[in-house]
């Protein structure tokens, strides 16, 4: 189902980019979890557009309303509604959108598929429908931490076209990442790549880069083998976010480089605790945590939008040239990163509950 | 649902490694397909052990029986039940592995989750998971090219260790991929791939490496956008196959390397069609086939059953070393193959199904 | 899933009875359907209270907003969100709900369930959560008669407390049903309902009856055998309406009374269609219809909210008595007509959108 | 999904009647639960046609095979494969049934839908298929009894044709019903009823009844409001049984014949214990079970095969006659006494899952 995710923990999102506004309805989150209007709004603020000057300056509030499954700051087991209006919508700005396809946009693809399209900013391809995916991130967030204190889920931005932040994921401070406007693990990759984001800007061009994630204090025992492993699951989320075209976990595609002997985690016995010396696997073996750390890496492509004269085709099959109008933003990832962590609380939430509904206790 | 793929072709595979045997319902088949053993063996056979001296010596015949769902040859509409009795169950082989976690391998994931694990083999973690999967992705493939003849799915071995085929997607052939015993896409690589495993092996250790897939023919419009999307489902299903690390659709982890004006697949006309002049995208874009190849590639990480001893713990949480014994399967790569395929089938099949279902016509 | 309904025609209904609102996202809605703000108020119309002076006398307008999945009074494809902000909300007049259990309601087991509940009006339990089902099932009509024209479902009150409506199903006529205030099939009946009706409420009782409900026009096919039969899936949904205590299809509790050879349908050629001379299948056979009329009938039990005193128990487990306060809605079958058809609705269009997944053609 | 049920504990039946076999997989059971052979033989041995001379003399031994998923009688946590093969398939015997349409039977409907249709036995319509309902009901009844200890489910046959028999739900005592080949629950209604179905299967012809199914010691607190209360998705899994035509809960189709106060049921304490003077509600409100017996009946038909002469058409849409020929089960309520405590102990199971999930503790 294309606008719902989780089993357990489910939600479904709605909304255009330039209809009434957009949202999520999160069905099966337990009760008695204290979740605030803050908690979810914090969470958005970090999203939304026009935080700095190197992202899109549409600018937009997005405040966000809790409809339903909420008492007095405390979840109630039934479905929660979560509301945020859309307000800045100059479709004027992108009424070359309607019969143009953009390309390496889903014009073309919506078109096909469904005969039919909301054309004024990219519809439901825009990427305001990540608000319900952050929103519903919060409160997955709430859950899991309520129920599992010590989860902890950092995003950070690694690499910028062609800047690379060398910090490694262990040493990666949540502080620093939020000090930056990049929203990288130090200030000297933060300058670098901010700069080359304005001068991509200045040129109406974009940029792509890499967005890392790990999850630190992971209790063992999450991830369902076989299909529903924990990191098929995170590469599913991961790979629905706009602009994603590729997930890899521990080694990744580095693995091969490795001989097996090489590569694996030996056991030992850090006081009580199972531990690996290593951790390639990347905090998962098997498809279940094995309560290392957790360590993703996600591929984003340049932003498809640019202020320059493209070659593409129209909705009547003729060929012409595109000239990027409205607002641009020149490189997502640093608001990829909320939208990032959300996915990964999503599924943890999503794989907390199910081992809560089968393990013996 | 840990054993349960698939929304509209829904499969739910069974069968631990040294149990009565492993297999596969299918529910949501449609009806009216051609479908006969020899079409699901064949895709076994391609996947199961022994077939050369580069593979686990493990000797299965691995034949399948079709229990139900399927009269005279054609599908019925009816849950297809596929089966495989295990044979070749040498468990005293495995009789270490009851009580020490094998180092980057499942068990003590197991053990934690479970309480309880099916040691023997890998139990349920074993690579003969996998045979469900492509007996029920035969099934698949049959009614894909059915219902919209000219998909074709190839996947190959792209790379072992730091070998890796320059042939481009766009020109390998199957002919050749099934030729040689790697499975990779021209003689020269296989031969040097092969001397490669064939001297891990003599080490008692393993090798990783890269499988590419692509598919040709892909119809416009399948693959969901927002969650489901095309490649999210694809990631959601290759990363589920055990020792797959990383997944990547299109330019892939390359994508950061280019500007927007760089990676941007412009449109044209070619005849009645919409085209794409490069194909960064991976065929999916909005994650929705757009027509153009979707190409894929999948890091594995080197097989994990090393004939070396190694530090590991017990589980009664002492240390103690492992000293490799029982079959060893140096790499795993050209039995993946026809598993990658299968998820590839799995997934268009789920698709192509959805589509129809809401499709105008 | 609680609030979860369908697979391929999926809808999350949300909200309190006193929260900011109630509501629906349907999520696998077709694109290219022509959907009008006004189709779905008019079914609301239909369900709202204060409509006549034998039903609560609530006072909401309930207009629906639609935020998003319509463009130009057509489908997009994308989910579709339905809002209806609460407006009279006197929780004043439930405030000794807070703390005591009615009886027959739902308090007490909310309470149990989730250690939380929004007494207020009933919360989640109260009758304002079918205005998602009634905004919904709008929509699955609209569907349904735009890709199988000709299909027809018709709700009416067959039974109040003791007084039956002689009409036999194939002869109700719509607009009977709608011009007198008890939704019953004859003028005389309807007399007689309202009469009982209005002494029950003005002795502070209330009164429970029978919901008949008729599917005309449904193609032949629709329904999935074994655990998806459609008469299994109108049972969960029916069943999931508040108060209703008992469905039955074709001969239903009479089918005992009946030997084979009294109770099969013989099966006859009218012209060129396969038809049956009687309908004691009630249209449907294995769980598939076979297009003869869908007859439903389902108990509904008086009202449990009471303008009496009550024994019960608190919160803080003690016996107390209970005096019924606030509004009173002595029987709500003329208002549960149009949520029946509803239901109806949905199950049929998410077994459409699964027949065109899987056909041949 | 057709053949598919169950969130959280997830069964998939699968076989057709002259197949090879039919058989259950299980997906989502928790780890660690008691479960032997026998506890599924026995179960199947309850359902089995030639048990007495009152059901069918098909003569099937049906031993079931643990094909995965246990470990020396314990649950490992996996998928559980449970196959029974067929034996007795004397097709020969219903060679009529190819191309003749047998009233009130699925043929005609499994062919419009499908377009093919495995005709021998009825195939997947056949009773045979609830086999690996009673199956999986076993493994079901076992995780309930083992996490939630003291739950007890019981059916038995309440009526045949108009023999009703008189003993009260809070009285039946399982070894009675077990003590008569009727499975009713008082000596004198069981020969009064064995002697009807006697005179029917001598005259060819059949008789239905009522099953009535009872839950002892249910937990407070199971049931999702809204879609999923524990009535609608009993209501779903009783009538999912082929012959099904009605459910009840509670008072059911009694309900309007009571006015509201009459009808409600007044709490008290009970010691610690909240409970009601009455159980008009059967056990739930608000779909929510209360703690009270979850009391419901069902609805059969008589059985549609006969040994007599039937108007039909056939495959060519020609008027014929069928006369019946080879096996016949004049009453199937006896073997469908089981069927039902199955499908309870898998709802109940799914229920019980889903609150660990969600429940504070």
Same mark, same amino acid.
């Given at each position: 189902m294309s606008s719902t995710f989780g089993s357990h923990f489910s939600i479904s999102t709605w909304g255009e980019s330039h209809g009434a506004g957009v949202g999520v309805v999160i069905d099966g989150c337990p009760p008695g979890i204290r979740l605030t209007r803050e908690m979810i709004q914090r969470a958005l603020d970090r999203r939304? =557009?026009?935080? @700095?000057?190197?992202? *899109? =300056? +549409?600018?937009? $509030?997005d405040a966000v309303e809790?409809? @339903? %499954? !909420?008492?007095e700051d405390v979840t109630l087991g039934t479905p929660i509604a979560l509301s945020v209006r859309n307000k800045d919508q100059r479709s004027s700005a992108y009424d070359e959108m309607q019969h143009t396809y953009r390309p390496s946009h889903a014009d073309y693809c919506y078109d096909e598929k469904y005969?039919? +399209? &909301?054309?004024a900013g990219g %519809?439901? $391809?825009? $990427? +305001?429908? *990540?608000i319900g995916r952050v929103a519903a991130g919060a409160v997955a967030q709430a859950v899991v931490q309520t129920l599992c204190p010590g989860v902890e889920v950092l995003a950070w931005v690694q690499q910028v076209h062609t800047i690379? #932040? =060398? !910090?490694?994921p262990e040493e990666v401070d949540a502080a620093v990442v939020e000090s930056n406007i990049v929203r990288t693990a130090d200030a000297e990759s933060a300058e670098a790549m901010a700069e080359a984001i304005r001068a991509a800007r200045s040129a109406g061009d974009s940029l792509g880069g890499v967005v890392a994630c790990t999850v630190r204090g992971c209790p063992v025992g999450l991830g369902d083998p076989v299909f529903d492993k924990l990191e098929a699951t995170l590469a599913h989320a991961m790979m629905s976010i706009p602009a994603c075209k590729g997930f890899e976990v521990g @080694?990744?595609?580095?693995? =091969?480089?490795?001989k097996g002997s090489e590569h694996n985690d030996a056991f030992y016995m850090d006081g009580e605790r199972v531990r690996t010396r290593t951790n390639r696997s990347g905090g998962i073996q098997g498809g279940i945590s094995n309560g290392e750390d957790i360590n993703m890496r996600l591929a984003f492509k340049p932003t &498809? *939008?640019?202020?320059l004269v493209q070659d593409t085709v129209n909705d009547a099959h003729e060929e012409v040239q595109l000239r990027g109008k409205g +607002?641009?933003? &020149? #490189?997502v990832l640093p608001r990829a990163v909320p939208v990032v962590e959300a996915m990964a609380w999503l599924v943890l939430c999503d794989h907390l509950l199910h081992q809560r509904a089968i393990a013996r206790r």
């Open positions: 939304r =557009p026009g935080q @700095s000057d190197i992202v *899109t =300056p +549409r600018n937009e $509030a809790i409809l @339903s %499954g !909420v008492l005969g039919i +399209r &909301a054309w %519809g439901r $391809a825009s $990427a +305001r429908e *990540t690379v #932040c =060398p !910090v490694v @080694s990744g595609f580095a693995a =091969p480089r490795y &498809a *939008t640019l202020m +607002r641009h933003d &020149a #490189c």
